[in-house]
């Protein structure tokens, strides 16, 4: 793992073939990146940057990737021009901080079905890791916590999570900071989203769509991520891109 460059996580069941978004982070230099990597979300990224000369402002970012082009899959509502925000994380620890949140409710499974892109050993690269989280079970949540940390990696109740295999990463940069995760399966009742995270309900089963919404913890100033069904007539009247996933 001392090589390691990325990282793919998606949540879901071998068994009954279903699976959440595929999610790609990894680093290069000093900074760390996250992007779906799902075709009709190709401009959405977060960008975590490190001082250097190519980052005259280190910072974190969710943006827009200007490398990409627009998908005309793809539909966004970006409300207050969200996507250009920085934020700064919440310190847990000195030189810790908890950057991300993937959420993944149970509700998203029941239709959410893909074909898993990994198979095998040979479809990674040896500088890359896949990595499956547990589907969460019903008023369960699967959420997936990013930490940042300087000079070592950070795990949080460390002997339990090595137990439950809840682990992966950690990633490291150019300026020796680790980027770890940890998968941690909890009550959504006890554990609420934040109000701005959660988009439009769908009408009826026609109306929804599967997508993603995001926000800054108003609170702790971290990034939240959760994928979850969204009103497809929602996203045509409020979006002003193109046809949304089919």
């Not at 994380?89 to 509700?107: E, P, Q, W, Y």
Request: charged fraction near 20%; charge should be neutral; include cysteine.
């Amino acid at each position: 793992m001392a090589n390691l460059k990325s990282i793919y996580i998606v949540v879901g069941d071998r068994q009954t073939n279903q699976y959440s978004y595929v999610w790609r982070i990894w680093w290069h230099g000093t900074s760390f990146y996250i992007k779906c990597r799902n075709d009709a979300f190709p401009e959405f990224k977060v960008s975590l940057h490190g001082a250097d000369s190519f980052h005259p402002e280190p910072g974190f970012i969710v943006g827009r990737d200007q490398s990409s082009s627009p998908s005309p899959l793809s539909r966004m509502i970006d409300k207050s021009n969200f996507l250009g925000s920085r934020f700064s994380g919440r310190k847990v620890a000195d030189d810790v901080l908890h950057i991300v949140t993937f959420r993944f409710g149970a509700d998203l499974f029941a239709k959410a079905t893909t074909e898993l892109p990994f198979t095998g050993p040979q479809n990674i690269r040896p500088s890359a890791a896949a990595r499956l989280a547990v589907m969460p079970l019903e008023g369960e949540v699967t959420d997936i916590h990013l930490y940042l940390s300087k000079g070592k990696p950070y795990v949080q109740h460390e002997e339990k999570a090595r137990r439950e295999n809840a682990i992966f990463g950690p990633l490291r940069n150019n300026q020796d900071e680790y980027l770890t995760g940890l998968v941690n399966k909890c009550s959504l009742s006890k554990n609420p989203s934040p109000s701005e995270l959660l988009v439009p309900t769908p009408l009826n089963e026609t109306d929804q769509v599967h997508g993603f919404g995001a926000t800054i913890d108003p609170k702790g100033g971290f990034l939240w991520i959760a994928e979850q069904w969204m009103s497809r007539e929602a996203l045509i009247s409020g979006s002003s891109a193109h046809p949304i996933p089919q």
